[in-house]
Structures are given as C-alpha cells and as structure tokens.
C-alpha cells in the first residue's frame, strides 16, 4: 500500500504504493556491530521445564482425546496446514507469545499441536477443537530466555470425532521448525491505519495492543489526514504529512502522549513554518543531521516561486531562524525526473529516492508509455550540495520498477518495492500505490544482486501467492544485532494476505555473515503475523525506529 489519504494529489502524471528461500552468497559490504544475545542462566543447556508435562485440553473435550490421537500416532498426509507462523518463520525473543493459527481440511474438528524444543524436558501437547492456539505468556517468556536461539519443532494432526469416537483421521498437516533468534527486536514500530478515519497507531515491539499516538485533531482543528511519518533519531518526535483544506504539508509533533509541537530548542518555528508550505510530504532525517548545530530533514516539495515547477527534493535548516536562507533545493546533476519517497543514509552521506516521471504526495511514482522508468536513485547530500544522481545497480532494472527505498541500520542493505511493468487496455500505465503486484527486495546500499527475500511468501494453503498480495513499504528495524558471528536484520512491511483486501503487518529476519570482512546475506526468512494490530483495520507505511511513544494524554 503506498501512502496519503483519499486523493492523489500529482504533479506531472499521477502515481504511490507494496516466497522466495533463503539466500546465500551476496555481497553486501560492510561490517558488523552490537553484541551477543542468547539465553542464559546457571545451565545455558538445560534442560528446562518450561513446557508443562500434562497436555493442555480446551474444556470442551473430553480427557479422552489425548488416548485417541495416541493410540493413531501416525496419520495420512493431508491434516491442517500451518498458516501462522509459517515454517522456518524466525521470530525475535521479544516476540509477543506465539500464535500459531491453521487451515484445516473439511471434516476435521479436533487438532493435536505438538510443540517440542531440544533443551526442553516435555514437549507441549495441544488439543483444541479451534484452528489457533496461542502460548501463555508465561511460558513464552521463559522459552524465548532459556532456548533462545533453538528450534521449535512443530507437528500438527487433524482428526474427526464423533460420539467420543475417530471416524476420520488422524490426518498429519504440517511438520516442520519455527526459529527462535538468539536476539530481540529492538525499538518500535508506528504506523498508518484508514480505517475511521486516519491515525498514527503504534506499539513497542513485544506489545500485545496498539496504542493512538497522533490523530488529525490534536494536530490541528483544520487537519483532516495524517499519513507519510518518519521518526526524529532520538525517538521523541514524529514528522509526517497532514492534510489541511487545500493544502498537504508536513509537520512534527511529539509521541510522549501529549501530540504537542515540538520545542524551539528541537524545531524552530520557522522551520516548521517551512515544513508547513503546501505541495510538501514525505520527510526523512539522518542521526547524523540532527544536533544542535546541524539539524535537517529532507522532503518532496514543489516550489511555489518557480512558476511550472515539479516535485523536487528540498532541505530545511531544522534550527532556521530567517525563512529565506533556512530551506533550499537539493541538487540532482543527471536526473530531470521527480523524485518521490526519499530515505536518508544514518551516517548523513547519501540520499535514495525513486525516480520516475510522475511523483504524487511525495509517495506515488508514476510510468506512462512514454517514460517506463521507476529505479531508485541515490544522489550525494553534500552539506545541502547535492550532486551527481545516478541509478542505483540491483534497484534499476530497465525491466522492473522500483520504488520505496529504505536503508538498514549501519547502512549496510537497501530494501526496496519492485514488479514488472504490464499493460491495461494496450497502454502501460502503473503507479506505486496500492499496487499489488509489489514484492519486497534488497540489495546491498551501493549496488548489487538485488535478493527476493522468503517473506513475500505466505504459506500455499493459505491460497494467495506473490506477487498479488501487495507486500509493500518495507522499513528496517533501527539497529541489528550480531550472534555467533552472524547479525540480524529486522524488516516489517504492510501485506493483504490475510484476506486479500485488508493491509496488515508483518515482521521477517534477515540474517547476514561475514567472510573475509565482507558481509553478506545468509538467509531471509518467512514473514511472521503482528498480532497486536487491529485485524480488521487497514494498516501500512509503517516507521521502525527507537519511538518513545505513550498514549495521548
């Protein structure tokens, strides 16, 4: 799903937007950092008793149903497959506790769920007549401690009883690990939902309910949409887009629950006044840009001076005091294309855009017939310079378009939208929003082999393969964490595999090693259900990052 709300506001053409395995060998440059996180305790190995002995039976069912299946140990093919988490999901030890959910083939009312883990005594016997079972939350809190970094074996049977008796089955479904990292996900993440109107909803991760960080009111009595949003390095605020009669700006606001202006000694008031002119959007900021001295976040603008002007990517002094010298035009030397959804390295050095010929709310890039291109371009910030633009190589193929860049912690990957162009009614004609051929890559930050990563993938039973399910708007956690000689990325991005219409979120790995000092990537993995969201709400453009954020007060 791309961003804004119910209008595409455009300038030049219109245009916005969102199975593979793992992979290995590619480059991605770079080194590693953070430390070691793995279960601990007096006996690291176990083994351990988180698991209860005793199988736990749902009280509609007779005590009797652990002798039926048992008595049937094996089981045909064809029992209930496993929709969440899917196989070899990797999930982070500050996971909310696991819920596993399934479709089970007609006929089958009752489930066996065998979970069992290697430094565990028991093994967890489920039996349910629901097609879900979620994990207490004490019990995961002390498996994700004492076996983090292990596999969770996952054996799932089916059956049909009546009157007390077997009459079909057990039918055996899925087999297979679901991967618990030897490290937390950090931070958190605040995201879009359009459902009842716009808000900026968000949850720090291991949360099981979302907290309503800004909604359009507190923002201003005239706002009426907020939508695009990023996160200032420090956490404390967001800047994001709203929309005003007739106008769509950015501005900033703080997620301490107060949805207050930020303070003069964080955004002047002639900053925001800047951030505030009409035809602006898509804000993004580098912890490196954003101290005392120098501060400034980097937007999609239209110039209102320059008569026939087109979106261009524009600077403001976030510390700027006289409004003719606090903002300027970022220079792109080889580009007369617009540019749409900027994201800016951490280290302050290179801006990635989409570059294509039509650019709308600072989100939506566009192709016509007469212009194909969609590639994501990086260009030098230069102190405000700018420079030389130019394609980067992964993320530029003349034969696919791209879009939504982002940069992972220590700038290392680049993950970024693509699908291949197609024709309607003879024309070739796409934009970025809502597009559902979308599927999530990455590539390392200066070029490469770009990587389909597993997580466009849900499981087969669940009936709705990618590309057609819009993943879309991938953000990277805002720090990686390195175990046994391997470091874990984090990505979360918006998907409608749920039920083919509602944009939900999701969370995947992935995970890269090092040889000979380079970093590439060693596997990506199935992406696994945020289950703290609202299921029923459109949820998207998502922002990962260290958000400090309370409820409004």
């Excluded at 900033?252 to 303070?263: E, L, N, Y």
């Excluded at 403001?316 to 792109?332: E, K, S, V, Y």
């Excluded at 939900?504 to 990537?521: A, D, H, K, Y």
């Amino acid at each position: 799903m791309g961003s804004g709300c119910s209008s595409k506001n455009t300038s030049g053409s219109s245009g916005q937007g969102g199975q593979g395995g793992s992979s290995s060998g590619t480059s991605m440059g770079g080194g590693g950092e953070g430390g070691d996180f793995i279960g601990s305790g007096p006996n690291p190995d176990g083994p351990f008793a988180d698991f209860p002995a005793d199988a736990q039976i749902d009280p509609t069912l007779s005590a009797d149903v652990v002798t039926l299946f048992e008595s049937n140990p094996g089981g045909a093919p064809g029992g209930p497959c496993l929709a969440e988490p899917p196989l070899e999901a990797l999930v982070p030890t500050n996971w909310t506790p696991l819920r596993f959910e399934w479709v089970p083939p007609p006929g089958l009312n009752v489930f066996e769920l065998k979970l069992r883990v290697e430094n565990q005594t028991n093994e967890l016997k489920i039996y349910t007549p629901q097609p879900l079972y979620t994990i207490p939350a004490e019990i995961w809190s002390q498996l994700t401690m004492h076996s983090a970094g292990r596999d969770v074996h996952v054996s799932l049977r089916g059956a049909q009883i009546e009157g007390g008796q077997i009459v079909a089955g057990p039918l055996m479904g899925a087999e297979g690990v679901v991967h618990i990292a030897p490290v937390a996900a950090p931070g958190a993440i605040v995201y879009w939902t359009s459902s009842g109107g716009t808000a900026l909803k968000g949850f720090a991760i291991g949360d099981t309910n979302v907290k309503t960080v800004i909604e359009p009111k507190p923002v201003s009595a005239d706002t009426g949409c907020v939508s695009c949003h990023t996160s200032s390095p420090d956490g404390a605020l967001s800047f994001f887009t709203h929309d005003r009669p007739g106008i769509r700006a950015v501005t900033a606001r703080k997620v301490d629950g107060t949805v207050a202006p930020p303070s003069e000694m964080q955004v002047s008031p002639t900053a925001l006044a800047l951030l505030g002119r009409d035809h602006q959007a898509a804000p993004t900021l580098s912890g490196a840009h954003y101290t005392q001295n120098d501060a400034a976040a980097i937007t999609v603008f239209i110039d209102p001076t320059v008569p026939g002007s087109q979106y261009q990517l524009a600077w403001t002094d976030l510390h700027a005091t006289d409004p003719n010298t606090g903002w300027g035009i970022l220079p792109r030397v080889g580009d007369a294309r617009q540019p749409a959804s900027p994201t800016w390295w951490h280290d302050g050095s290179t801006i990635a855009y989409t570059s294509s010929i039509g650019s709308g709310e600072g989100v939506i890039s566009t192709i016509t017939d007469a212009d194909t291109a969609m590639d994501i371009y990086t260009v030098p910030y230069n102190n405000r310079q700018g420079g030389q633009a130019a394609p980067l190589p992964g993320a530029s193929d003349p034969g696919q378009l791209e879009y939504y860049p982002v940069i992972s912690p220590n700038d290392t990957l680049l993950a970024f939208n693509r699908f291949a162009p197609y024709k309607i009614d003879g024309v070739t004609w796409a934009d970025s929003y809502d597009e559902p051929n979308a599927e999530v890559f990455v590539v390392r930050a200066t070029g490469g082999e770009p990587v389909r990563v597993a997580a466009n993938d849900p499981p087969a039973c669940v009936g709705r393969p990618s590309p057609g399910i819009t993943n879309s708007w991938p953000r990277w956690a805002p720090s990686a964490e390195v175990s046994n000689g391997k470091k874990y990325y984090w990505l979360t991005f918006s998907s409608k595999r749920r039920d083919g219409v509602t944009p939900q979120l999701f969370v995947s790995g992935v995970v890269t090693r090092f040889e000979n000092g380079v970093e590439v990537i060693d596997a990506t993995y199935p992406a696994v259900y945020v289950t703290s969201q609202v299921a029923q709400e459109n949820n998207h453009t998502p922002a990962w990052d260290v958000f400090q954020i309370k409820p409004p007060k």
